[in-house]
C-alpha cells in the first residue's frame, strides 16, 4: 500500500462548487504539506502543518482551507471554485526533526473547474 | 524568499548520452537543496539532496549533483542516460529556518532511442 494517498484523484467541478481534496498518510509523520503544480511553475506551496493544531498558510492560501483532522489526514477545501484552481494537487509529508527532512509525495489530485 | 531557476524547459538526449541539468537558487543563508523527479502521472521521488559537508552529492538511480556556492548552482548530472530517465525534474531549495521550500518550475527531459 502506498504511504501517501490521495482522494480523489481525478475531479471534474463546476465553477463556484465546494471541494475537499482528502491526504491520508501511514509514514506516521508529523508534518503535512498541500502543493498545486501548473505548467511552468512548478510545484507551489498552499499550507502546511507541523502537528495537528499546527496550521501554517504557504505561499498562495487565498481560495484555499485546510483542516488536520488527525496525525495521518490532512484535508484541502477549495470553498467555491473558479476555473484558475484547475491544476494538480500534491499532498506530502515529513518527519518532525531539528533537520530539514525530505518531504514524500502521494500520488496527486488532479482538479478541472469548469 | 527563497528562488529557484531551472533555465531549461525541455531538454533531449540520446540514450547513452551524458546529461546535466541546471540549476540555480537564490538563498541569503546556505540552502537545503533537493533534485526530485516525476514520471508522468506519478507524484515526486527524491533524487539526492544536499544538506552540508561533501558538495558532491550521490543520489539514486545513478544520479549526481554538485554544490557550488560560488556560482548559486546546484546541478545534476548522469553519465550515461537510460530511455527510464525520461521524465520532469525539480530542483528545490529549503529555508533551514522553516520548512518553506520553494520549486524550479521543472526541466522536461526526453530520451531519445
Known amino acids: 500500500d502506498a504511504d501517501v494517498t490521495q482522494t480523489p484523484r481525478n475531479r471534474i467541478t463546476k465553477t463556484g462548487k465546494r471541494i475537499m481534496l482528502e491526504c491520508s498518510q501511514t509514514?506516521?509523520?508529523?508534518?503535512m504539506y498541500w502543493y498545486r503544480q501548473d505548467p511552468g511553475l512548478g510545484l507551489r506551496l498552499i499550507y502546511y502543518?507541523?502537528?495537528?493544531?499546527?496550521?501554517n498558510k504557504g505561499e498562495i492560501s487565498d481560495g484555499y482551507s485546510v483542516s488536520r483532522q488527525a496525525q495521518a489526514k490532512f484535508s484541502l477545501s477549495l470553498e467555491s471554485a473558479i476555473p484558475n484552481q484547475t491544476a494538480l494537487y500534491f499532498c506530502a509529508t515529513s518527519e518532525n526533526d531539528r533537520i530539514y527532512n525530505e518531504q514524500f509525495f502521494g500520488p496527486g489530485t488532479r482538479l478541472t473547474v469548469l | 524568499a527563497q528562488s529557484v531557476t531551472q533555465p531549461d524547459i525541455h531538454i533531449t538526449v540520446s540514450e547513452g548520452a551524458s546529461l546535466e541539468l541546471r540549476c540555480n537558487y537564490s538563498?541569503?543563508?546556505?540552502?537545503?537543496l533537493f533534485w526530485y523527479v516525476q514520471s508522468p502521472g506519478q507524484g515526486l521521488q527524491l533524487l539526492l539532496k544536499y544538506f552540508s559537508g561533501d558538495t558532491l552529492v550521490q543520489g539514486i538511480k545513478g544520479f549526481e549533483a554538485e554544490f557550488k556556492r560560488s556560482q548559486s548552482s546546484f546541478n545534476l548530472r548522469k553519465p550515461s542516460v537510460h530511455w527510464s530517465d525520461a521524465a520532469e525534474y525539480f530542483c528545490?531549495?529549503?529555508?533551514?529556518?522553516?520548512?518553506?521550500?520553494?520549486f524550479g518550475a521543472g526541466t522536461r527531459l526526453t530520451v531519445k532511442p
Open positions: 502543518s507541523f502537528d495537528v493544531k499546527d496550521i
Open positions: 509514514k506516521g509523520h508529523d508534518r
Open positions: 538563498y541569503g543563508a546556505t540552502p537545503y
Open positions: 528545490a531549495v529549503g529555508a533551514r529556518r522553516n520548512n518553506d521550500m520553494r
